[in-house]
């Protein structure tokens, strides 16, 4: 089963508008990753958090982590039609060795 | 840096005939991935190196499939014999040994068994 379910599964919203996309996991993590896909690319690495760390930015990109709720969100501001694309958490479980395990993904559409 | 290497982008094969896709890691990274992407099932972790060791194959499908690393800077991934349902985009990446650095993706092979 999937370690991080990301919700919601699709968001279409106007540019200029935030875009916020929420991950849940299972088991204790050392750190939770989110991903960038782009339609027919690989994926494409943009934040890290580590487990004691609760939130983190990167340019228009705000991550949260809230280990007692198991749960993550990503934050895109001032979102833009190139933001366009799948967006992933990935889990570094305690217990998994240094292999990370991706979420379902959060299909992102932003309307010119 | 050319990032990582995945060939060939596609691939169109009957059933029954072996595939090999492969992959060029960055340049100092010492783990490697295998991943396979598709609608039904997402993304999965079919193998992964370290050192050019396997670590964990528990994701490898069934015996069809198989993965070496012969040298630091190539890995194959081979299906023999390719079935339908093996029909997906397959991901290679390389990353530092340690935690808390992310993953660098290939562009993928996109592989559909007719």
């Known amino acids: 089963s999937q370690q991080g379910e990301e919700d919601p599964q699709a968001l279409s919203i106007q540019e200029g508008e935030n875009a916020t996309m929420n991950c849940s996991y299972k088991?204790?993590?050392?750190?939770l990753q989110w991903y960038r896909q782009n339609s027919g690319r690989g994926l494409v690495h943009l934040i890290l958090i580590r487990s004691n760390e609760r939130e983190k930015h990167s340019g228009r990109l705000r991550v949260t982590l809230d280990t007692s709720k198991k749960s993550s969100s990503l934050l895109i501001t001032a979102s833009r039609a190139a933001d366009t694309a799948s967006y992933f958490c990935?889990?570094?479980?305690?217990?998994?060795?240094?292999?990370?395990?991706f979420g379902t993904g959060t299909r992102l559409t932003i309307i010119p | 840096d050319a990032g990582v290497i995945q060939s060939p982008r596609h691939e169109v094969t009957e059933m029954g005939q072996e595939v090999t896709l492969r992959c060029k890691p960055i340049s100092g990274h010492n783990s490697l991935f295998w991943y396979r992407q598709t609608m039904m099932r997402g993304l999965e972790l079919l193998i992964y190196f370290n050192n050019n060791v396997p670590i964990d194959d528990s994701g490898m499908p069934e015996d069809r499939f198989s993965a070496k690393m012969p040298n630091a800077s190539f890995s194959t991934l081979k299906i023999q014999p390719s079935e339908p349902r093996d029909s997906a985009v397959y991901f290679c990446?390389?990353?530092?040994?340690?935690?808390?650095?992310?993953?660098?993706f290939g562009s993928g092979t996109r592989l559909t068994v007719v």
């Open positions: 088991t204790s993590i050392n750190n």
């Open positions: 990935a889990t570094d479980q305690v217990f998994g060795n240094e292999k990370l395990t």
């Open positions: 990446a390389s990353s530092f040994n340690f935690r808390g650095y992310g993953y660098t």
